[in-house]
């Protein structure tokens, strides 16, 4: 009998810019403190992308570079390159065309995804279909999000949460019983209203008033945004949890959006999960958006092992949210 094909990771990486904006430098830009980012965030620091013409392609570029170099990936060899992102280098062409072009993948299908912190995620269910009906054998996934492009740094309800990153997975097909197992993903458009960049689409093209009204930053109420937050993204969790009879003693890994440190912790909660077995970067980069999950996988790649069972989950705009059960297929002490 043939076994199910699935949708394996087999290799991680990360890029995040050398810049650090700390909260102590955030604090000369706007009325905060360290202390008070740090209590409602549990963020540290964040990375900037620095440079003139430098979109999210650069940083995405980085981070898929390091993954083809550290798989022995040959560029000719991929077939498909997934890019999740809110802040493309253009409207169009896609960024996933733009890093294709710049790594020779040449006449590779790749495209953007568009769904906010839970673009990742989205991105990874949407590629795993790609594998597992035999498509495709070797696709890459990248999330990328340079933040720092929308934010506004006189707003201190958004700019003390944003960075820059790029992480990025390969994904090829697995028999064994490792790979994406199962997902629930989510979306509900009520919650435009309390997340969103206004000017720069079709509906807002950006004018001198919307510009001067600062229309083309990033837009957060974020007191509705962290309650709708902290039940869904708990919530789908555990439901994914009860959908594979999965215990907490059973899931080595929650691999969590890195969006606020008391989100997390609730998600942690509701799985009944013990705080040294949830992936935590959120003190070095802050929200890379679409870049966080990757990023953590990345960091914490040293520590995963074979057969490990992991849950990804994110929540963002859209509002948009949901989670990944999956089973890790290698030893990341000996990547």
């Given amino acids: 009998m043939i076994s199910k094909i699935r949708a394996a990771i087999t290799g991680v990486s990360g890029y995040v810019p050398d810049y650090i904006l700390t909260n ?37 570029i980085e981070a898929v570079k390091k993954l083809l170099h550290k ?16 802040t493309p280098d253009y409207t169009f062409p896609a960024t996933a065309n733009i890093v294709s072009a710049a790594l020779g993948l040449r006449q590779v299908l790749s495209y953007d995804i568009n769904a906010a912190c839970s673009g990742f995620i989205f991105a990874l269910a949407t590629a795993a279909q790609f594998v597992e009906t035999g498509a495709y054998k070797k696709v890459v996934v990248v999330g990328v999000d340079k933040m720092s492009s929308i934010i506004d740094y006189s707003d201190r309800t958004t700019c003390v949460i944003f960075g820059d990153g790029a992480g990025a997975v390969l994904l090829e097909p697995d028999q064994e019983g490792y790979g994406l197992l199962d997902f629930k993903l989510h979306s509900d458009g009520t919650g435009c209203k309390y997340l969103h960049k206004k000017a720069g689409g079709s509906a807002f093209p950006v004018t001198i008033r919307n510009f001067l009204e600062n229309q083309h930053y990033v837009y957060q109420e974020g007191q509705a945004v962290f309650k709708f937050a902290v039940v869904n993204m708990a919530e789908v969790c555990y439901e994914v949890m009860q959908r594979n009879g999965l215990k907490a003693e059973d899931v080595h890994w929650l691999v969590p959006h890195q969006a606020n440190k008391r989100i997390i912790d609730a998600a942690a909660e509701r799985m009944g999960l013990p705080e040294e077995r949830v992936m935590l970067n959120i003190q070095k980069y802050g929200n890379t958006t679409a870049g966080t999950i990757p990023l953590c996988l990345n960091d914490y790649e040293q520590a995963l092992r074979r057969g490990d069972n992991l849950i990804l989950a994110a929540f963002g705009g859209g509002f948009t949210w949901g989670a990944l059960y999956l089973k890790w297929k290698y030893d990341g002490h000996r990547s």
């Fill in 24 to 60: 102590e430098e955030l604090s000369q830009m706007v009325d905060t403190s360290d202390e008070w980012i740090t209590s409602r965030t549990g963020i540290k620091e964040r990375r900037i992308l620095k440079g003139k013409n430098k979109g999210a392609s650069a940083m995405a």
């Fill in 71 to 86: 798989t022995g990936t040959d560029p000719q060899e991929v077939d498909m390159l997934l890019c999740a992102t809110v």
